[in-house]
């Protein structure tokens, strides 16, 4: 299994950035997908997780409002739109999968099996 994970970088506070994971060697269509994100000397967290067929999302109360997961089957690929983003959004990115027919969402990040390498976030103030 590989989750790759890109689009990360440099953006200003009140930017934004849409990363993508590409998916392969999973049936993606029957995963529950999540963005976990670790920034320097903190532990990783949940950002949000999506239904496989792309049911209402759950979020962390930190980027609500802010943050979008949305997910192409056809694609194998899971998106997280970005907005008005803010310094302490910075932060190394992962993506995730649940493993094939887990169907509930969860915000803990030792219920997904499959991780991709993260990539990087830094918003400048």
């Known amino acids: 299994v590989q989750l790759q994970a890109s689009g990360g970088g440099l953006v200003q506070a009140g930017g934004s950035l849409r990363l993508s994971c590409a998916a392969s060697?999973?049936?993606?269509?029957?995963?529950?997908m999540g963005w976990f994100r670790q920034a320097p000397g903190k532990e990783r967290e949940f950002v949000t997780a999506?239904?496989?067929?792309?049911?209402?999302?759950i979020y962390a109360d930190s980027v609500k409002g802010r943050f979008t997961i949305s997910r192409d089957n056809a694609k194998n690929t899971v998106y997280l739109q970005m907005n008005s983003l803010k310094p302490e959004d910075t932060a190394v990115y992962y993506c995730?999968?649940?493993?094939?027919?887990?169907?509930?969402?969860?915000?803990?990040?030792?219920?997904?099996?499959?991780w991709g390498q993260g990539t990087l976030v830094t918003v400048s103030s």
């Open positions: 060697g999973l049936t993606f269509s029957t995963n529950v």
């Open positions: 999506i239904s496989w067929n792309g049911g209402t999302p």
């Open positions: 995730a999968a649940r493993g094939a027919k887990i169907t509930v969402l969860t915000r803990d990040r030792v219920s997904y099996r499959f």
